[in-house]
């Protein structure tokens, strides 16, 4: 069987993968949701949906450094990885092992190729298409919901010392797009950092600190709600936020409730 990542490399496989390392945590939950928790060999310590996989997979390491003696050890028939959380240099190294494909993400649409690429794959196709009528009926209603709604200038933080935001070139901001959050960074490429006092102006109506990578919590939006006085700040889901896969079809649903709130 040919296969075709999505940077368009070509995996060629005897048959359907039956023993599958997953270092990617989003492509771990699709693989769950997609009914192939038996497949599951190896995960990484941010693996943590569903919740019983910690205890019960072996945990190779995270998604930029893992042990590859112990993949190696369990011999699997393909390893899923992601252009941006994994390394180059990691993906080279596990070629040696086994199969690699590799996604790459950036919009709503990508999300959906790659979950019927994992239905073809893993001959799970019936599933993949039910997951993905699934998210397309809830991008849908929540179209529906948002298309009398003003847009609203957002600043989306992923880190602090130094902070940084989401901007252009991410899947982060393809999800602000659909839900009219319009990223005031836009004009800026991927993760860059920010100077609060610079790049900060009258135009931002809303501050969104996500739950990941960096940890904000409640003292954070005291900060900034000192500094920018007039903004709303409010703590939001990363996951939601940056997880493709099945956990999308949970996001439209959030980001409604987050639009309500923003617009009290």
């Known amino acids: 069987m040919t296969i075709v990542d999505q940077l368009n490399r070509t995996i060629q496989i005897k048959y359907v993968p039956k023993r599958i390392v997953s270092l990617v945590p989003s492509q771990?939950?699709?693989?769950?949701?997609?009914?192939?928790?038996?497949?599951?060999?190896?995960?990484?310590?941010?693996?943590?949906?569903?919740?019983?996989?910690?205890?019960?997979?072996?945990?190779?390491?995270?998604?930029?450094?893992?042990?590859?003696?112990?993949?190696?050890?369990?011999?699997?028939?393909?390893?899923?990885?992601?252009?941006?959380?994994?390394?180059?240099?990691m993906i080279e190294a596990l070629e040696k092992i086994a199969p690699v494909h590799i996604s790459d993400i950036y919009s709503i649409e990508d999300c959906l190729k790659l979950i019927s690429m994992y239905g073809t794959l893993f001959s799970v196709e019936s599933q993949a298409k039910e997951l993905i009528a699934i998210i397309k009926i809830e991008q849908q209603k929540f179209q529906d919901f948002i298309?009398?709604?003003?847009?609203?200038?957002?600043?989306?933080?992923?880190?602090?010392?130094?902070?940084?935001?989401?901007?252009?070139?991410?899947?982060?901001?393809?999800?602000?797009?659909?839900?009219?959050?319009?990223?005031?960074?836009?004009?800026?490429?991927?993760?860059?950092?920010?100077?609060?006092?610079?790049d900060m102006d009258e135009q931002v109506e809303v501050i969104m600190l996500s739950t990941e990578p960096f940890p904000f919590k409640e003292e954070h939006i005291k900060i900034l709600k000192r500094k920018f006085p007039k903004v709303k700040v409010l703590l939001v889901d990363g996951e939601l936020f940056s997880w493709y896969g099945s956990r999308l079809a949970k996001s439209f649903e959030y980001f409604k409730t987050l639009r309500s709130e923003f617009l009290k």
């Not at 298309?147 to 899947?171: C, G, R, S």
Request: charged letters at 25%; a negative charge.
């Open 147 to 198: 298309i009398e709604q003003p847009k609203l200038n957002t600043v989306y933080f992923i880190w602090k010392d130094p902070w940084m935001v989401a901007a252009n070139h991410t899947f982060i901001n393809s999800l602000m797009t659909e839900a009219k959050f319009e990223n005031h960074f836009q004009n800026l490429e991927r993760y860059p950092e920010i100077d609060l006092d610079k």
């Open 28 to 89: 771990t939950e699709l693989l769950y949701d997609l009914g192939l928790e038996s497949s599951i060999v190896g995960i990484t310590k941010f693996c943590v949906h569903p919740q019983h996989f910690i205890s019960n997979i072996n945990v190779v390491g995270g998604t930029k450094q893992v042990h590859f003696n112990k993949i190696k050890a369990l011999e699997p028939d393909i390893i899923l990885c992601n252009k941006e959380e994994n390394t180059q240099e």
